[in-house]
């Protein structure tokens, strides 16, 4: 699992609402349930129980990533 999602690339391969479907960029901020993503659109705030990522080579459902930035040990 990836430890920390800020400054990472990332891209939407799957989500509840068909229109997230290839947002991708880099991770800015997180928190418990939100992940903000700097697109070549602009900033697009993402809730992570609501969408898939592709992370490098690692596809992980958000809601597994649902934890606090500051939870990571």
């Not at 391969?13 to 070549?40: C, F, H, P, Q, S």
């Not at 697009?44 to 934890?67: F, V, W």
């Amino acid at each position: 699992m990836i430890e920390m999602l800020i400054g990472s690339k990332m891209e939407v391969i799957d989500a509840k609402n068909r229109n997230l479907l290839g947002i991708a960029g880099k991770i800015v901020d997180e928190t418990k349930n939100t992940i903000t993503v700097e697109t070549g659109k602009g900033i697009k705030k993402l809730i992570k129980s609501e969408i898939t990522l592709k992370l490098g080579s690692s596809i992980m459902k958000g809601e597994h990533l649902r934890r606090r930035p500051e939870d990571i040990k």
